[in-house]
């Protein structure tokens, strides 16, 4: 489902999503951004990189606003409340903070909540995009 | 590693990936994704504080400029201060970012992370 990004307003939730980081995913991830890093845990507990959860977050909620082809993110805020691990459920809630027009340029900022399977907060995250003003 | 990063991540936003949209851009080329960037950043904090910013980092970053295809860039982390609250531990506040080779800024902002015990 695709929401007309144009209209959104502030305080609306745009997408409320379902997603797991496992084994595959986060090693195919690690490699694409060489993280040296990685893996971090102890024994058979591995943790997910943050970035990569508020990657997957972004993700969620530009597929369902539908955010037009040459968007530029100029701005990422995280926090983290709790390691994530791998294989891990999460359930990312995204919603407008600002979705404001000058000229030809809609800035539009959305903050995420990521929660696990009781609902416990594991990250809060911000993204700030510029795209075109008009649809 | 940008058709890499666009697979792991799902984001094919054509800026990425098509030199033909991309080279009608603002930006006249292909440029990496932001948060493939910024990851940088946060694998600098997890080699420096390792679980406590896996437990307790916190991150801003703005993204000043992009960076295209062949360009060479480098995070860094500076502590600037130590947040002591009420004789805590307290947090060390950092300021991050990633630069190319010229000394250009990519990515600046602030990491906050729990002090080491």
């Given at each position: 489902m695709t929401t007309e990004y144009a209209g959104l307003l502030a305080g609306q939730t745009v997408s409320s999503r379902v997603f797991r980081l496992d084994v595959e995913k986060v090693a195919a991830y690690?490699?694409?951004?060489?993280?040296?890093?990685?893996?971090?845990?102890?024994?058979?507990?591995?943790?997910?990189?943050?970035?990569?959860?508020?990657?997957?977050a972004l993700q969620g909620a530009i597929d369902s606003i539908g955010i037009p082809r040459g968007t530029v993110h100029v701005g990422q805020e995280f926090e983290i409340i709790g390691p994530v691990r791998v294989g891990q459920t999460m359930r990312s809630e995204a919603v407008v903070l600002?979705?404001?027009?000058?000229?030809?340029?809609?800035?539009?900022?959305?903050?995420?909540?990521?929660?696990?399977?009781?609902?416990?907060?594991l990250m809060n995250a911000k993204s700030t995009l510029l795209l075109p003003a008009k649809i | 590693m940008i058709d890499r990063y666009a697979e792991a991540s799902g984001d094919f936003n054509p800026v990425h990936l098509d030199k033909e949209f991309a080279s009608l851009s603002q930006f006249g080329?292909?440029?990496?994704?932001?948060?493939?960037?910024?990851?940088?950043?946060?694998?600098?904090?997890?080699?420096?504080?390792?679980?406590?910013?896996?437990?307790?980092g916190k991150l801003k970053l703005r993204f000043k400029a992009p960076v295209r295809?062949?360009?060479?860039?480098?995070?860094?982390?500076?502590?600037?201060?130590?947040?002591n609250?009420?004789?805590?531990?307290?947090?060390l506040i950092c300021s991050v970012g990633v630069k190319k080779q010229n000394g250009e800024d990519v990515i600046n902002g602030e990491a906050r992370v729990a002090a080491p015990d």
């Open positions: 690690v490699e694409a951004v060489d993280d040296g890093s990685m893996p971090w845990g102890e024994g058979d507990v591995q943790f997910v990189p943050p970035m990569a959860i508020a990657a997957m600002q979705n404001s027009v000058r000229g030809e340029i809609r800035l539009m900022a959305v903050a995420f909540t990521v929660t696990d399977d009781n609902g416990a907060l | 080329s292909t440029i990496a994704h932001g948060m493939m960037i910024a990851s940088m950043v946060s694998q600098t904090m997890t080699e420096a504080f390792q679980d406590k910013w896996m437990e307790t295809p062949g360009e060479t860039v480098q995070s860094y982390g500076m502590v600037k201060h130590v947040d609250k009420h004789g805590e531990k307290g947090s």
